[in-house]
């Protein structure tokens, strides 16, 4: 009797052994070393060979390290940060490609994670107060543009948009104005279409913390006499926090590394940096550059991701209490 | 009740929103039939450009290759996907859980260009690697099929963790409990219980797997070679030169296929959803009824 209890324990374990194991061991490899493998690149220099890189060990064994790729991407950090950001020297934007890159991607990052969440707000608002029975039809249409291909979403605008688009042909032949609106190939049309690609990401976390919200508590607001804007800003607004962080969070992170919306839609004044690393490494065959400019994206966006587990480890820990 | 009452710029909001959604597509899908040479200018209705579709060989191969790779990358994740969700969800507390974790969310959170540029430099060190181990040639490792593949199982198998996660929490445990009391071996419990328990999330999880898999243009630009360009591919190299009336065509036939097969889902699901509350009920107004006869 002792002994079965024993080895179905035994048997247990195995099979959690085996439950963890293979997808550790596939992520393990698949992930983590690819990681090692882009910081290991990193420190190396690009050579004329299979790969194009150098080895960081010589042939006698002895480490080779080169920093040039750091110092390329950081090259006059101040002045170049100081060009860039001065607003009175419209124009100058400074020497350094890679830090105006990074600043481009996110600001542009910013500038759709804001508008995607004064749009969304009000739609996750308005489903979370919807009758039950619409509301799952309501979330499909949310969700339905986002099954559809990303890249024909962003094609759709591209004939709204354009000079001679559908947009400006329509508003031409009603007179409405007699010269073509300049809506392509820049910031507007780069961040109207990021918005539009990104928006679903943002209505449903919000959502999810919304329908949540207790209606009793707004309410008792109402009885006791405050306005409603007033108890909007003190119960629905806190309330509705961890929402807004996880939605900005889904909205800003792949904002950031974009590469399709800004090369189909946002011309040259709006370069972003997925697009100067994949230059990097296929036009200039740069791989240890491309490698660089990775480890310095991914610290930009890790900052973020700690900065939302910390407040998510706070939340939490109040409300164990 | 003055909080449940949707206010008019609610209202508004949300079919200004819903308008953004999709004015787009649907202007799309009016001028995939435009007979007219230019292509932003209305000039009649024509089927012309399905004929011309369905005729291009470039875009029907990129597609099949497109799908084959979506079936079989997200078959895979969708395995490992549930285990990893199972390991999340039930066993919890194992040595390097906290790694795990993170692993998993990684491919999910960092750019494209990153997870494509590191998963070829990891082949390329392996290959390297084993060519220097073996002697000759890693053709099976050279960019194509199978490199590609492994880059949209591991990007699929994150999503797919999280929804298998998600819905293994929200379970109710107490049947696999009451099945272990029985003495049911854990993976006939798997089996017999908690896999079709988690059925619909494995299919949802599927759908979305195929989706992100026939999505990706970056992380797959990467990892194809010469030969093996995928669908998404040759939509992003069409459509950075210009208009094409074909890629209308092309989102025209997506919208359907994807809205359809959407819609379809959620109706089974919604009726199994009722289904289940009505057996439920039943089962309660029968426990009831036997309460009542032995009490009396």
């Not at chain 1, 006499?225 to 119960?235: R, V």
């Not at chain 1, 040259?268 to 296929?282: E, H, R, T, Y």
């Not at chain 1, 966006?301 to 939490?316: A, K, S």
């Not at chain 2, 710029?9 to 949300?14: G, Q, R, S, Y």
Request: with cysteine; proline share 5%.
């Amino acid at each position: 009797m002792k002994m079965s209890s024993v080895n179905i324990k035994r048997r247990k374990r195995l099979g959690a052994r085996i439950v963890t194991g293979i997808p550790f061991m596939w992520l393990f490899l698949l992930v983590l070393i690819p990681f090692f493998i882009v910081f290991k690149i990193s420190f190396a220099e690009t050579a004329y060979s299979i790969p194009p890189f150098t080895p960081l060990f010589d042939e006698e064994g002895k480490w080779h390290i080169v920093y040039q790729n750091y110092q390329d991407i950081f090259a006059d950090f101040w002045s170049s940060l100081g060009a860039m950001l001065n607003p009175f020297d419209g124009g100058n934007r400074g020497d350094n490609i890679y830090l105006l890159t990074y600043w481009l991607s996110i600001k542009t990052a910013l500038m759709t994670t804001l508008i995607c969440l004064l749009l969304g707000y009000p739609m996750a608002y308005a489903i979370s107060r919807a009758n039950p029975s619409i509301r799952n039809a309501l979330l499909l249409a949310i969700m339905l543009p986002f099954w559809t291909s990303f890249l024909l979403r962003v094609y759709a605008w591209m004939g709204l948009l354009t000079t001679n688009g559908i947009i400006n042909n329509f508003l031409m032949k009603w007179d409405i104005i007699s010269e073509p609106l300049d809506m392509f190939y820049n910031s507007f049309s780069l961040i109207l279409v990021m918005v539009y690609a990104y928006l679903p990401f943002m209505i449903l976390p919000l959502y999810t913390q919304l329908v949540k919200l207790d209606k009793r508590l707004l309410e008792a607001a109402a009885d006791l006499g405050a306005h409603p804007i007033k108890a909007f800003l003190t119960i629905t607004l806190p309330m509705s926090k961890s929402g807004i962080i996880a939605g900005s969070m889904l909205v800003f992170i792949p904002s950031v590394g974009e590469y399709v919306v800004p090369e189909l839609v946002g011309g040259p004044d709006n370069l972003m940096i997925g697009k100067v690393l994949w230059q990097a490494f296929s036009d200039q065959n740069n791989w240890p550059l491309a490698a660089a400019i990775a480890v310095v994206m991914v610290i930009l966006l890790v900052l973020p991701i700690g900065v939302q587990q910390y407040f998510d480890n706070r939340e939490t820990a109040k409300g164990g209490k | 009740m003055m909080s449940n009452r949707m206010s008019p710029f609610l209202k508004i909001m949300l079919f200004a929103g819903l308008a953004f959604l999709y004015i787009p597509l649907i202007i799309l899908v009016i001028y995939s039939f435009n007979d007219s040479k230019l292509v932003t200018v209305w000039g009649g209705f024509t089927t012309e450009w399905y004929g011309k579709l369905l005729k291009n060989d470039q875009i029907l191969s990129a597609a099949w290759l497109s799908l084959k790779i979506a079936v079989t990358s997200s078959l895979a994740a969708v395995a490992l996907g549930t285990l990893a969700g199972y390991a999340l969800a039930r066993i919890k507390r194992f040595r390097g859980n906290t790694l795990f974790a993170g692993m998993v969310s990684a491919p999910m959170v960092m750019p494209d260009v990153i997870t494509g540029l590191s998963m070829l430099l990891l082949i390329m060190q392996v290959q390297m690697l084993l060519q220097g181990a073996l002697g000759n040639d890693v053709a099976w490792l050279d960019r194509g099929f199978f490199t590609i593949f492994l880059g949209h199982t591991t990007l699929c198998m994150a999503y797919i963790t999280v929804v298998i996660r998600s819905r293994l929490t929200e379970l109710d445990q107490s049947l696999e409990e009451a099945a272990m009391d029985l003495g049911a071996r854990p993976l006939k419990i798997f089996f017999v219980i908690t896999l079709p328990l988690i059925a619909p999330a494995i299919a949802s999880g599927f759908l979305l797997g195929v989706t992100l898999s026939l999505d990706d243009v970056v992380i797959t630009s990467f990892l194809s070679g010469p030969g093996s360009a995928t669908l998404p591919q040759v939509i992003f190299s069409k459509i950075r030169l210009g208009l094409d009336p074909q890629m209308n065509v092309l989102a025209t036939i997506f919208i359907g296929v994807v809205g359809t097969l959407v819609i379809m889902m959620n109706y089974i699901m919604m009726r199994q959803a009722t289904k289940r509350e009505y057996e439920m009920a039943a089962a309660y107004k029968a426990e009831q009824k036997a309460l009542e006869e032995l009490s009396a």
